[in-house]
């Protein structure tokens, strides 16, 4: 008796006591599919002609019981997708989310009180003549009392080959508009800077006003004075 897999096309010559009450379960030893084959349709395909039959291997014959196991061994991860697995994987996704943007809320929170970047845009290099000035460090705020303070910290570098000296630094706040709102100089305790030489610097200003969005740090024109 000639049967075909329905799934792989293959076919299989077995005897016809294989079939009880003119049906029977078989599982293809090609691709592991599991079918239901009636002993008409094989005595059909054995009266057709041409019919390559693989002979060096044979489908099983499955009972109820047999089949169950069978489908567990072929497809073993999906018991893993049952409804309480899938509940349980879902609310884990959630439950990182939420912590997630928690844990970034309370981040924010924490670096506006103690400290971290405020401003929406700082200008970090500046050049007068040979020398640079850069911001290095996000601007924070500190409070003392009532009062509020900018901390900058950055360094002057010295890139060139020769003796620099270095001027007054001016510091200006600036609003969204870039108006300048305050603006103060101030001096770093190194006045010259020897060829490659880096010094660093820090500064706490006073905040006046909320506007404050923007700071700038440059070298004074010596030029203008």
């Known amino acids: 008796m000639i049967i075909e897999c329905p799934k792989c096309k293959t076919k299989f010559e077995v005897a016809d006591s294989a079939f009880v009450n003119g049906e029977m379960k078989f599982q293809c030893s090609e691709c592991a599919f599991i079918w239901n084959e009636r002993i ?3 005595r059909k395909l054995e009266s057709s002609d041409k019919v390559e039959v693989k002979e060096d291997k044979l489908p099983s ?3 109820d ?3 169950k196991v069978s489908q567990k061994k072929v497809l073993p991860f999906l018991s893993m997708f049952n409804a309480k697995n899938l509940l349980v994987f879902f609310m884990a996704v959630v439950l990182f989310v939420i912590i997630f943007v928690i844990g970034g ?3 924010d929170s924490s670096s506006s009180k103690e400290g971290g970047n405020v401003f929406e845009n700082v200008d970090k290099k ?3 003549n040979d020398l640079y000035v850069e911001i290095v460090k996000p601007l924070t705020l500190t409070k003392e009392g009532t009062n509020e303070y900018i901390i900058i910290r950055g360094f002057v570098y010295n890139p060139t080959n020769k003796k620099m000296r270095v001027p007054k630094l001016v510091i200006r706040l600036e609003n969204r508009d870039e108006r300048v709102l305050q603006e103060q100089e101030r001096e ?3 006045k010259v800077l020897a060829p490659l030489e880096k010094t660093d610097f820090m500064f706490k200003v006073f905040k006046f006003s909320s ?3 923007r700071v700038k740090v440059d070298f004074v024109d010596e030029n203008k004075i």
């Open 65 to 67: 019981e047999e089949e």
């Open 61 to 63: 014959i499955l009972t």
């Open 105 to 107: 809320f309370v981040m």
């Open 188 to 190: 770093i305790e190194k």
């Open 126 to 128: 500046e050049k007068a």
């Open 40 to 42: 008409e349709k094989a």
């Open 211 to 213: 506007q404050v969005a």
